[in-house]
């Protein structure tokens, strides 16, 4: 009877032997031993009826936490022979047949507690699979991003070169210039101040993602913002025979609608909005920018008769890159409607996109009414 658990001990000595090639903590190994010495003491001392069995799944779930899978199943299959031969040793009582079950029922709990184990391990190492697939992609979008970034910085500096250079031409510093010629320099200029804006928007859009959009908040009258806006577009809009009107939906007469904003913020937004509606415009169409109040926020719509917006995209309108399908693609890089996301939201506000019936788009955003906190009192 001694040589038979002699036997099993060894054994079970010896596969930490061969366990110990892969670094494993020796007080572990040691304890799996000092378990099985004091399962199989318990069985020993006592009749068979009295089922010591389950506690070996203390020795088990040691191994499928800290040993290979073949050791784990190997020390299952050990504590699974000494479970069963023990009805069999010391001998002393006659064997019952609940005496059988009680020791099947134990066999069985040691081979779901080592299946599941098994089971744990595999989930981890996914786990661990998939957090080191992520940290990869992390890794790998942040040198992407840190290589725009610094791209879109060094473009800066040519661009404006030559956007100095070709002002130099047209203001015939280097000699005179033909009428053609002039047409020329002037379409090189806006096509420079294009790329221009768009690089500059593209830093924008990195530098608020890393560092967060910071505003220099004051009161702000948004129709004057508006205002502005519709201004400086003006020859774009009549360049490609758009009309565009400033309304209000609750009175016919101008009116204010204050927030604490950040004008050169918020006038990025009309302009980013305004502009997409001119591209997406039919010659000869209106564009109306519709300005009104509710209880708590102001409310801003751009509404076109272009082209409209699919259902697949409104979605998708405001992220990153995102530049749309069909016959309202966006001219660009997919990056105003972001940004304008990036500044609303940054005041607090909401931005959305909506389809116009029956023809054209919706672009509305809100923002919170600016409410004076105290009045001053003159004696």
């Not at 190994?29 to 506690?55: K, N």
């Not at 990869?136 to 500096?157: G, Y």
């Not at 593209?202 to 913002?225: A, C, F, I, S």
């Not at 809009?237 to 758009?242: F, G, K, P």
């Amino acid at each position: 009877m001694l040589k038979i658990y002699d036997k099993m001990l060894n054994q079970l000595l010896n596969l930490f032997k061969l366990s110990h090639t892969e670094q494993l903590s020796t007080k572990i190994q040691w304890l799996i031993v000092y378990v099985f010495i004091l399962v199989i003491a318990l069985e020993f001392s006592t009749p068979p009826p009295y089922v010591f069995g389950y506690l070996y799944i203390g020795a088990v779930l040691l191994a499928s936490a800290r040993l290979s899978r073949s050791a784990t199943i190997q020390v299952t299959a050990i504590a699974i022979a000494l479970t069963i031969l023990n009805l069999v040793i010391p001998g002393v009582e006659s064997v019952t047949l609940a005496t059988v079950a009680n020791r099947f029922i134990a066999v069985v709990a040691l081979l779901v507690t080592a299946w599941l184990g098994d089971r744990n391990r595999y989930y981890e190492k996914a786990i661990v699979r998939q957090q080191t697939k992520l940290l990869a992609q992390e890794e790998l979008a942040r040198v992407r991003e840190d290589f725009a970034s610094t791209l879109t910085h060094d473009l800066k500096t040519p661009l404006l070169g030559a956007i100095e250079t070709l002002t130099a031409f047209r203001q015939e510093k280097f000699g005179s210039t033909t009428v053609a010629q002039r047409k020329v320099l002037d379409i090189m200029s806006r096509s420079h101040q294009t790329t221009l804006q768009l690089v500059e928007t593209l830093l924008d859009v990195y530098r608020n993602d890393t560092e967060g959009l910071k505003l220099q908040r004051q009161p702000v009258d948004l129709v004057t913002v508006a205002e502005e806006a519709i201004a400086t577009l003006t020859n774009f809009a009549s360049a490609r025979q758009v009309h565009v009107e400033l309304t209000f939906s609750n009175s016919n007469f101008r009116s204010s609608l204050w927030i604490n904003g950040d004008v050169l913020q918020l006038q990025r937004v009309f302009v980013n909005l305004i502009t997409n509606a001119i591209y997406h415009s039919l010659r000869g169409g209106k564009i109306e920018v519709v300005m009104s109040s509710q209880d708590t926020h102001h409310l801003v719509k751009v509404i076109d008769s272009g082209q409209g917006i699919s259902e697949s995209d409104l979605s998708m309108l405001f992220e990153r890159f995102y530049q749309g399908s069909g016959d309202r693609q966006a001219k660009g890089a997919g990056l105003g409607l972001y940004l304008s996301r990036q500044i609303v939201e940054a005041h607090g506000g909401t931005i959305w996109a909506e389809q116009r019936l029956p023809r054209g788009a919706i672009f509305g955003f809100c923002l919170p009414i600016y409410v004076v906190t105290s009045i001053p009192v003159f004696s």
